[in-house]
């Protein structure tokens, strides 16, 4: 994809298009990379089985992974 700024960018933060969808989950990929944040694979599935149910609405995404987090932490005793 070409060269994207100002206005273009700031949809692609906002967005719900797929392609605009995938572009920011590589960035936080490569945000985690920079800042040494260990991928979880677990969450990386259920993220990947959102994206397959085409749940791309960011509250509603936001709202299930955090449930999913949650009830990771409680199987493993973490909270």
Do not use: C, Y
């Amino acid at each position: 994809m070409g060269k994207v700024i100002g206005k273009d960018l700031r949809n692609r933060f906002t967005s719900s298009k797929p392609h605009d969808i995938s572009w920011r989950t590589e960035q936080v990929k490569v945000d985690n990379f920079i800042e040494g944040v260990v991928p979880d694979k677990d969450i990386e599935s259920f993220v990947a089985r959102l994206d397959k149910l085409g749940i791309n609405e960011a509250e509603k995404r936001i709202k299930m992974i955090g449930r999913f987090i949650k009830e990771k932490e409680k199987e493993k005793g973490e909270h």
